[in-house]
Every structure is written in C-alpha cells, then in structure tokens.
C-alpha cells in the first residue's frame, strides 16, 4: 500500500490517470445508474409485453374454454402458459366465480398480475370469464439484471481502456518529455555556454516554454555569475591597492573599536607612536588613550564619537623637551563601534607655527611683547576682568625722559642699548604672570596681573626708578643715566574698561613728566586733580 | 295468446315476403317455452348448454340447405368456421355437433315430433305445428 502511494506520489502519469479515472467513474457510475434504471424499466415493459402476447395466443383456446366451461381446456392453458418460466401462477375464473382453472409453479416471487376479461367467442360484448396471469418477478429481475451487468461490464471495460490510454498518453505526451529534459538538465554544463534542447516535436509547445524559459534564466545566472566574479576581481585589485597604500603612507592610519582601543594600525602609526616591534596593538588591544596621553581624546570622546561623516581632530604632545613632539589624531565615524583615524607628525609645522606666533608678538629688541602682543594680551585680560571683574589689575605706562637725545647724542644703538637694559631691569621687577612689552621707541607698557593695592604698584616702581639711577654702561667711556614718568591706572578700580584704563595710565604718565620727570603718577579723577 | 302468435307469424310472413326470407328458430308447439333469446339459441347450437330453457334435454336440429344462411345471421361465421369449431370441440370430447336434417320437411317432422328438439327453417316454410321462438333477419 505504501508503495502504491509512493508510486502515486511519484509518477504524473498514474496520478492524471487515476484522477482522470476517478471522474470517468463517477461519472460512469452516474450513466450506469440511468442506464440500468432505464434498461430495468424497457426491460420490464417487454417482460409485459410477452404476457401480454402470451395471453393473446392463448385467447382463443380460453374463449372456447370459457365458452364451454370445460377445465381440461382451461387447465391445458394453463399449464401451456406456464411453460413460459415468466410466469408464475395463471388463474381462470368465470363471471360467476367459479375456478376453470388454477395453476402455478413453485419457484419465484410473485409480481404484479395482469388479468384480462375474456369473452365469448360468438359475441363480442359479452365476458364469460377474467384470465389472471401471475409473472414470476424473480425471472423479471434476473433478466433486468442481466441486462444491467451487461452495461456494467461494458462500462468498465471502457473505463480501463480509458485508463489505459490516457496512462500511455500522459507518459508519452508529458511524463517523458519532462523526464528528458530532466535528465539533460542534470548533465549540463551552463557555463560552457550550452543550451537545453526541448524534446522533439514539443519545440513550440508548453513544454517547448518551459525550456525557453529555463534558457533564459540559465543565461541571466550565467551572467550575473560572471558580474559576480568581476566585481570581485575589482574588489580584490582594490584591497591590494588599499593595502599597498596603508602599508606604506607616511601617515599612521588606525582603526579603534568602540571602547577606543586599537584595532588595526599600519607601520607608520607604530612609528609615530613608537611602538616595540614586537608590541601588537591589535593582539593586546591598546587603547588609544593610553598612548596618547594627556591632549589626546579621551575615552568618553571617543565613545560618544558618534557623528558619522564628521571628522575630529586632536593634537597631541609626546614625549617632553627637545624630543617632544606633536601629533595631530583625525578621527571618522565608520560604523557604530567603530572610528577610523589618521595619525600625522606636526612636530616641525607646530613648532613653525609657535615660532612665527612668538615672532608675530615679540619685540626683536628688546625680546618682550610688541603692540600686537600688548593689544592680544589686553585682549585677554579683557575678557578675564568680565568674568572676575572683583579682580583688579594695574596698567602701568613707562616712557623714557630725553630718550631722544640718547638717539641724537650717540647714536641709535645706544639708544637700543638703553632699551635692552631696561628691558632686561624691568624683567627682574615683574613676576611671571605679568606681562611687558615695547609699545614702539621708547614707551614701555607692563600689565600687572592681580595687582591692586597701590602701594605695591609704588614700591614696586620705587624700586624700579632706584635701579634706573644706576648709569648705564655704553662702552668703556660713556655712561649715560637715565630717567623714566610713569603712569598708573588700576582696572577694577580706576575703570572698567582696558582700554580707558590704558588712557587713564597715559594721561598719569604725561602728569608726570609734567610734575618733573623721573617719577610716577596714579590716575586720579578730574577732582581729585583739582582738590 | 295463440290468436297473438298466429298474427306475429302471418306479419313475419308477409314482411319477410316482400324483402327476404328470415330464418325463424322453431320448436314443438307443446315445448312449453314461449320465446328464446339469441344467446340461448347461440349456447345451445354452438355446444355451451345441453338443456332448453325448460328444462328438456336440448336436441338442436341443423338444417342443410339453410345452415350457412343460419350461422351467418347467428353468430356471423361462415360453415367453415363452424365446422372447425366443432372439429375442436369433438376432438376434446366435450360435445358433439346438432343433429343433420337434409330436407326442411326432415327437420319439420323431427321437432313435431320431438318435444326437446330446437330446429330453424326458412320463414316460408313455416306450419302451424311448429311454435316459432326467435326470427333471425338477414
């Protein structure tokens, strides 16, 4: 059995059949069904008809008997009639009741009787007796029957030959076509280019679709396999170029994952950060700050280093003295959980930079801050006293007396050389947060840091003034003294703003010179001046 | 009554005179039975019944040269018919044909002179001996 349903699991032929089978059936049984009624029924009725011709050849011979009321001839009829094996039981009675003849056989059912009124042979309106003839119903259904197995016999022998040729059909037209195609498919060899043949004679049907179809999509795997392997061939070439390029940049390349430790890193970022050969950042994973150290990104930038597509950039110092160097990091969002980065060494453009910045604000003299050094660190000190504006600072002005007959009497190199020395006094003076610088020919301006009380600011200058009265060397004859006014105003106190407390320092500069030189003056208000 | 039959009798005289000669079915004056109907005459002459209406053993009397004519009006059957039918009948044993008269003058003595004899002539040949119980007309 379960072989059976195997083989009908298996093969298209014996399915379409048995299915095409099952509804011939059906629809046989249905036909067989109308068939053997009608037959049954046509059947029946000429089962009548016999009696009732029966009946009329024995009409006469029953007339004479009912005439003469003889029972031999009646009986004789009888039994004539039950030669026939239809019938079962015949009856002869006369009008008055009377029995002429009663006969039957034992074998059988007993159908519905058929009974004719029998008249005299000599006039025709007048009935002598009734002849009841009995069919043998069994006889009746045997040769309905009969009949019926006949047809169904006929039927089903149709049906298997319907069977037959539709199985042989099936297995010709479908069932091995497709088994052949099969079969070719199974040994072909698509990327030689070779095509599927349909089988002879289906070129142009489904089957012939079927074929067409599988070409073409043999074609369209063929070719996206071959744009497969191209890509990948490109992909490949592109690696190696990739590789070339991160083996060999001068720049360190790096990737961290997202803890912010080292993933991968070229020769030049082992360089840069002077990593042991042997050390594998990758095997050990490193994390970046751990060899960046202070001014490199920290481990929570790098975590929440989020924006892809936007780059960051650190600088870095390693190291410390003559052999510190700076390093700038770029980082890029790859993915989540992972940064690229790119290592350079800016040692030599940082320390350009810091020169040229230094150069940009130093006074080549006398090595102290320019204007524009003076103007960035009022700047500064600016925007310190806006946000610590109960911090006083002290501007203090200093201009030379006669400076202009140093220039005139021995020339300018005297006159740089007084400024050098009093450059170099006035650095001993000041502290190290406070600032100097040359405002240009002979005008000094120091920015005080913190400093408020005026008597410091005096004795300070005290001090300075007395150092100022030694002379100064030029050469081995000249020795020349010097004297400077100064002026001093006080931010926070005098005024709010720098740049009026410059004023205000200036105009106390000039009030000293005006008092007689070599001294110095605290701004003070126009009536305190006056008072 | 008698005066009744005598006028039936002359009537059927005259009438069957003028077109054509019925066939009176006769029996002895002194039968007793006054008239018969077609089908006691057809039951007796054809075999069926033995008896008169009487009670008389039936004796039927064909008569030769009217027998055809008598079997046509009868029963509407030709001699051959009815021999046959009698050939059937005496091969069976069951009954056995009337009695033959050759002449009319035979059959006329044989119901004078036979109380239970039923016999038939021609209208015309019709005496007062004989008591006429059914005209069959052509």
Redesign the interface.
């Known amino acids: 059995m379960a072989h059976l349903i195997e083989l009908f699991r298996t093969r298209l032929a014996l399915r379409t059949a048995a299915i095409i089978l099952l509804m011939v059936a059906l629809l046989g049984a249905g036909f067989l069904v109308l068939a053997v009624e009608i037959r049954a029924d046509s059947e029946q009725r000429a089962q009548y008809t016999r009696i009732e011709e029966l009946l009329s050849t024995v009409e006469r011979t029953t007339q004479?008997a009912c005439?003469?009321?003889?029972r031999?001839?009646a009986g004789e009829v009888a039994d004539g009639l039950l030669v026939n094996r239809i019938v079962r039981e015949v009856r002869i009675i006369r009008q008055t009741g009377d029995v002429l003849a009663d006969a039957r056989s034992e074998q059988g059912r007993t159908g519905p009787a058929i009974s004719r009124a029998v008249y005299?042979?000599?006039?025709q309106a007048?009935p002598l007796c009734r002849i009841a003839l009995i069919p043998d119903q069994q006889r009746i259904d045997d040769a309905v029957f009969e009949a019926s197995r006949f047809l169904a016999v006929a039927l089903l022998l149709q049906l298997a030959g319907v069977g037959l040729c539709v199985v042989l059909v099936v297995v010709h037209f479908v069932t091995r076509p497709i088994t052949g195609i099969s079969h070719r498919l199974s040994r072909l060899e698509a990327e030689t280019g070779h095509k599927l043949q349909a089988p002879r004679g289906n070129q142009h049907d489904e089957i012939g679709q079927l074929v067409a179809s599988v070409n073409a999509m043999i074609d369209h795997l063929v070719s996206s396999l071959s744009e497969e392997r191209r890509l990948r061939l490109e992909r490949e070439v592109e690696e190696r170029r990739y590789r070339t390029i991160f083996d060999s940049v001068e720049a360190g390349i790096f990737e961290l994952d997202g803890e912010g430790r080292i993933v991968v890193a070229n020769p030049a970022f082992r360089r840069l950060f002077r990593l042991a050969e042997e050390c594998d950042p990758v095997r050990r994973r490193v994390a970046l700050t751990e060899l960046a150290g202070d001014g490199g990104p920290s481990i929570e930038e790098l975590v929440h280093h989020s924006e892809p597509g936007r780059a960051r950039q650190w600088e870095l110092a390693l190291g410390s003295g003559t052999l510190r160097r700076w390093i700038s990091i770029l980082l890029n969002r790859l993915e989540e959980g992972r940064l690229q980065g790119v290592a350079h060494d800016i040692t030599e453009r940082k320390m350009a930079t810091d020169a040229a910045e230094r150069l940009a604000i130093t006074d080549p003299l006398t090595g102290l801050g320019n204007r524009l050094g003076m103007e960035r660190r009022l700047a500064v000190i600016a925007r310190h006293h806006r946000l610590y504006p109960e911090r006083p600072h002290a501007l203090v002005v200093l201009d030379f007396d006669h400076f202009k007959h140093v220039n005139d009497t021995w020339g300018h190199q005297a006159g740089d050389r007084v400024l050098e020395h009093v450059a170099a006094l006035l650095t001993t003076l000041v502290g190290q947060r406070d600032y100097l610088a040359r405002q240009g020919g002979d005008e000094f301006v120091m920015v005080l840091e913190g400093q408020g009380q005026r008597d410091q600011v005096a004795a300070l200058l005290a001090r300075f003034i007395e150092l100022l009265a030694d002379p100064i060397e030029l050469d081995e004859e000249v020795r020349i003294r010097m004297g400077a006014s100064i002026g001093v105003a006080i931010l926070g106190l005098d005024t709010e703003d720098v740049q009026e407390a410059l004023h205000f320092a200036d105009q106390a500069m000039y009030r000293a010179k005006r008092a007689g030189r070599n001294n110095w003056r605290f701004h003070q208000t126009t009536s305190e001046l006056s008072g | 009554m008698t005066r009744f039959r005598h006028f039936i009798a002359a009537a059927l005289l005259v009438t069957g005179g003028l077109a054509h000669a019925d066939i009176a079915v006769v029996t002895n004056a002194n039968s007793g039975i006054a008239q018969m109907s077609r089908s006691d005459v057809i039951n007796i002459f054809m075999g069926r019944y033995r008896k008169l209406p009487n009670g008389e053993l039936a004796l039927p009397i064909d008569l030769a040269p009217v027998k055809a004519r008598f079997y046509q009006a009868l029963v509407d059957k030709n001699l051959a018919e009815i021999n046959s039918w009698w050939a059937r009948l005496v091969f069976s044993g069951q009954a056995s044909p009337p009695h033959q008269a050759e002449t009319t003058a035979q059959a006329i003595s044989l119901v004078v002179h036979n109380p239970s004899a039923l016999g038939y002539v021609d209208t015309h040949h019709l005496t007062s001996e004989l008591h006429v119980v059914l005209v069959l007309h052509e």
């Open positions: 004479i005439f003469l009321g003889d031999e001839l005299s042979p000599f006039e007048q």
